[in-house]
Every structure is written in C-alpha cells, then in structure tokens.
C-alpha cells in the first residue's frame, strides 16, 4: 500500500498567494505520509480574462510557481502533480498536468486534449489543444495516467490508459460550480468503474473572480468506484485529504472485471 494525497486550492492572479497555498498542502501531505500529492488544474493562476491568462503564462524554467513546488518536493521528499499554464509561441497557452518528482525534476508533461467550449469564450480561444495522450508511468503510489477536467467527459481516452494498464488515473481540475453538483462525482466513480483504475481528482473550489466559481469535492475512487476520501466546497483554507492505494484490492478487481473492448483513438 502506499497513500496518496489530493489537494484543494482556490487561485487567483496572485501567483505567489496560490504558490503559498501549495506549499502548505505539501507540508500536510509529507506530515501524512503521503507518497505522492495531486493539485488541481491551473494551479499556478486563474485570471479574470484570456487576454490575462496569454499574459501570466510563464515556462517551466522561469515560473514562480512551478520553481517553487519543485523545490518544495525536493525538499520533502514527495511526488507532485499539479495543473499549470505554459505559453507557446502564438497568443495561446497550453493547460498542462505536470509531474515533479521527489527530486524535484519536471518527468512528466500531459497537454490538454478536450477543450472546454461550452462557455463564450471557449477555452479554444487561448488555449492550444494537445495532441495525444501521455504514455502511463511508474511511481511509488503505482502506474499513473495523467488527465485534465473536461477530459473526465470522455471515456475513450480513460480506456486508452487502461489499456496501458494504469493503476491510477489523475483529473487535475478546476469543474465549474452549476454542473458539478450534476455530473462531478457521477463521471468520476463512472470512470474508476469502467477502468478499474484509482481516480483521483484533485478540484479547485471557491470564487477565483467575479465571473468564475470552482465546484471542488475533491476526491479518490477506488477501483470499484467507492469514494475512499473527498473534500467539500471549503475555499477559504487549502486542504487535503489522503486515502491508501491498495495494490491488493485493485488486482482483486482486475481478476473479476474483463478488459473493456473497443476502438482506441487515442493510440
């Protein structure tokens, strides 16, 4: 067994406040004995435009946010993964779910492929779409695929990583507040279910603006899609909440559930 550990932030435009919020989530996590913790989608910022969002994007080397957690995961000996922006070279940026190991060193870049436009404007606008799916990998809370939010309403691309024979799959999140209460936990249990994986979505929850409001719920799924921690709406405070991945019990569930067949699009 090995516990894993799922974080709830609220960002802003303030770079160095949501960095600070991490940063205690991280401290929690190592004092919990987590292995690895998983922070929500744009980690780093929300801003209150896309024209803003093109503006704060900073790369990997030269961010605040990301410089920061990697030497916050060296320093505690702990896995991170966490939703950040990254600029490109038009007025884009890419919505990324990295993975920081516990020497500190970025392994692991997953690009966003479903975009969210069901909003005016989309996140199509300013964001630039990815173009696959990153191959599964090890860690010491088993073999991780890693996803993005709207991602979670497209069972295709989970099976692929199935397929791949992940173990845990990661919704680094941000799910907006008037859906959530409808579909959030219903597609992430539906997900654990139809994969036999671990889900686990860490959300951001609360006001970012005045335009845009975060549902969280954060939460782990076990493979037979039991809820085995979850965190509510609270905003004011970053928390976590942290479960044991069970090695056992998933294999248990892989030995009774059969392989769901299918067109893979995504290999």
Known sequence: ??????????????????????????????????????????????????????????????????????????????????????????????????WIDDKGVITQRYHKVHLFDATTPGESTTVEKGKGILPVFETPVGRVGLLICFDLRFPEISLALRRQDAQIISYASAFLAHTGPAHWETLLRARAIETQCYVI??????????????????????????????????????????????????????????LPRGVDSYQ
């Not at 080397?61 to 993964?81: D, K, P, T, W, Y």
């Not at 929850?205 to 799924?221: C, L």
């Not at 039991?226 to 892989?254: M, N, Y």
Request: aromatic share 6%; charged share 20%.
């Open 1 to 98: 067994m090995a516990i894993a550990a799922v974080g709830q932030i609220c960002s802003t435009t303030d770079i160095s406040a949501n960095l600070a919020q991490c940063r205690r989530l991280v401290h929690r996590a190592a004092v919990a004995g987590a292995k690895a913790l998983f922070l929500p989608e744009a980690s780093d910022f929300i801003a209150c435009s896309p024209k803003q969002t093109v503006g704060l994007a900073q790369s990997l080397g030269e961010s605040e946010f990301v410089v920061g957690l990697q030497r916050e995961a060296q320093q505690a000996g702990l896995h991170i993964n966490v939703g950040i922006h990254e600029p490109t070279t038009g007025e884009r940026v890419k919505n990324s779910s990295i």
């Open 201 to 258: 979505a860490a959300a951001q929850a609360g006001p970012h603006n005045k335009e845009r409001t975060s549902y969280g719920h954060s939460m782990i799924v076990n493979p037979w899609g039991e809820v085995v921690a979850k965190l509510g709406d609270e905003h004011k405070e970053p928390q976590i909440a942290t479960a044991e991945i069970d090695f056992d019990f998933f294999s248990r569930v892989r030995r009774k559930m059969k």
